[in-house]
């Protein structure tokens, strides 16, 4: 089992910034922090949960459309952490932030949550 917990969330004015961090404990199966793609996501009231942003375990990274050029994901693999560096926040980034560990194996998928954070963009 691996768990995730986030952190640094917060309420923040537009053209902000924030850093949002994710430690991830635990081990499956000889599974190590590094095999596993990170990603966030995130679930603003009434909407869906949408992906935010993904690092693979080779540290490939993916953006949303909408927060490329301001959101910038990273991992250090030697602390087992995930980080989410956002600038230029806009009121459409509030929304609760989950991390998430995914592992593709032989025979199923393997994906677990953090409890999320809450990012609020307002003046």
């Known amino acids: 089992q691996v768990q995730l917990v986030e952190s640094g969330g917060g309420l923040v004015q537009p053209g902000g910034s924030l850093r949002l961090s994710c430690a991830a404990s635990g081990r499956t199966s000889g599974r190590t922090f590094s095999s596993y793609a990170m990603r966030w996501y995130r679930q603003a009231p009434g909407k869906q949960r949408d992906l935010v942003a993904a690092i693979t375990s080779g540290g490939r990274t993916n953006y949303a459309d909408s927060v490329k050029g301001r959101f910038t994901i990273s991992r250090d693999n030697a602390k087992s952490m995930v980080y989410l560096q956002m600038i230029s926040l806009e009121p459409e980034d509030t929304a609760v932030y989950y991390c998430?560990?995914?592992?593709?194996?032989?025979?199923?998928?393997?994906?677990?949550w953090g409890q999320g954070t809450q990012v609020t963009v307002s003046s």
């Open positions: 998430n560990a995914h592992f593709t194996g032989t025979v199923r998928e393997y994906d677990y």
